[in-house]
């Protein structure tokens, strides 16, 4: 008996010490044109690791073990590293990324490979119609762009509108043209819709082209390093009205680039640090103490979509793919930015906040519900 009871010790210790770490990548640009966004979202992502493994792990013991990759911003690394995660590490799951032009690279190696993902931030809609392993952790720009109209109509009193965005970017154009529709239903008028093409710094062309139409503001969709230029040349040539945007505005870095053009701006965000939930406040201070920053909304998303992630690889209880999508469908959980259960195209339907730029800081206005 004493011998049956020793090796069944025996087994147990030497099962717990090869309990395997369960691999997830972790994606995201932490170089590039916004590597802001990166930077964050990988901080949100290591905390939300780190806490779980903190409480004794997945499950069985087992720890979850992040392999971070930076995908440049660039939709060919993200095909690199996207590939390298799934066939040289073996990752059972994957969060990321950040931009929808190179979520949309990425969705379709994960759908043929069967390796569930997430994307924190990937606001564009095409994203999780990729197929059944894709899933996000935020709204999407149909919602984004109505909210930014309607903010714009009925908030700012603007009747006319013109909108600069990036061609070569999903997420920007995409974000322009739904922020049209809904400015045109209520009845207002786009005056000018320019295009201008990725890596263009020089905005005068466009920007002369909708100043002509003299309109009440400006929409412009897209990431902070190109907003604070068009900011600053609009302001150049004499605008004086609102700027209105999406969530590419949120970085520190914004109003370092774009100085005082971009006051009198506006733009819709996942989420607020000014939010007076517990579970928010909460999160800023464990964020603020491990990162000495405040955590802007990639941060919180990267945060989210890891714990949205973890916490369905638990009720899995497997790291099979097949598994963790059908448990990743079965969430309902409350995190950071909100209450997550997905829709039929694996969305959430979630909140929007309208940040204001004022004195050079981000002031929380409002909370517009789905
Ligand atoms: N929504 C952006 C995209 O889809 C990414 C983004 C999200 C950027 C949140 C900043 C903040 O490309």
Known sequence: MKKVLFVMALVVLVAASYAQDIKIGGI????GEAATFGISTKNGMTMAVDEWNAKGGIFGGRKAKLIFEDDKGDPSEGAIVWNKLIQQDNVVAIVGTVMSKV????????????????????TNEKVTLVGDYIFRACFIDPFQGTVGANFAYNDLKARSAAAIFDLGNDYTKGLAENFKKQFEKLGGKIVAFEGHPTGTTDFKAQLTKILQGKPDVIYIPDYYNDVGLIAKQARELGFKGPLVGGDGWDSPELVKIGG???????FTNHYSSEDKRA???DFVKKYKAKFGAEPDALAALGYDAMYIMLDAIKRAGSTKGAAIRDALKATDINVVSGRIKFDE????????VIIEIKNGKQVYRTTVNP
């Open 103 to 122: 979520s949309l690279v990425g969705a379709p190696i994960s759908q043929a490979a069967g390796i569930p993902m997430i994307s924190p931030t990937s």
């Open 345 to 352: 195209n694996r969305n959430p339907i979630k909140s929007a």
């Open 279 to 281: 579970i928010v406040q």
């Open 260 to 266: 005082t053009a971009v006051e009198n701006g506006f």
């Open 28 to 31: 995201g640009p932490v170089t």
